[in-house]
């Protein structure tokens, strides 16, 4: 068996303690405010994901397969928001979230550990969540526009349009039920 040399030891111990660098024309200080805005939105993200699926999980009514069917599509448009918003974090020489504890110290969508909630409760929750990720979204491509990071700007476009879809959908679901 064929060992290292010194000095390739010391080059893998050397890229082992190095912190992860990903070259980008940004400064420092736009990595960092863009970052922590993404990656609060990130933990927000999976937040609302859960909870979406938790309330797709405990739906029942009569409209059940209508809001069953609805509130997986909305999860899975949530998840898939997530690879691409690390990888973007990544993208401009950012550290994302780790962990679920680590979600949990970014996140502002509260949590919904309720035994039982009545569905027009669920989809009133739900249409306020997304609206204030709406916001949030709008906020963070803010920080972008400051930075003229153009590319997370364009991403973040995309994803409030999504979120006005989900809020729409929800918000119409809620005002039919006050008729």
């Not at 922590?36 to 909870?51: H, Q």
């Not at 929750?125 to 003229?148: I, P, W």
Request: proline share 3%.
């Amino acid at each position: 068996m064929k060992r290292n040399s010194p000095t390739k030891t010391s080059e893998l111990l050397h890229e082992r303690a190095a912190p992860l660098a990903t070259p980008t024309d940004l400064t420092r200080s736009a990595t960092k405010d863009i970052a922590g805005a993404i990656n609060a939105i990130l933990a927000d993200v999976f937040a609302l994901y859960l909870k979406t699926k938790n309330f797709h999980w405990h739906m029942s009514g009569r409209h059940f397969r209508d809001y069953h069917l609805l509130l997986d599509e909305h999860g899975d448009q949530l998840f898939a928001m997530t690879d691409p918003i690390a990888e973007r974090i990544r993208k401009i020489g950012g550290g994302t979230i780790k962990s679920i504890g680590h979600i949990a110290r970014l996140q502002r969508v509260l949590d919904n550990d309720a035994e039982y909630v009545d569905p027009p409760d669920m989809i009133a929750e739900l249409a306020e969540d997304n609206k204030t990720l709406a916001g949030r979204l709008r906020e963070a491509h803010n920080v972008c526009d400051e930075h003229r990071d153009v590319a997370t700007a364009s991403l973040i476009e995309v994803w409030i349009d999504e979120t006005e879809r989900r809020t729409w959908f929800l918000s119409e679901i809620k005002r039919g039920r006050q008729q």
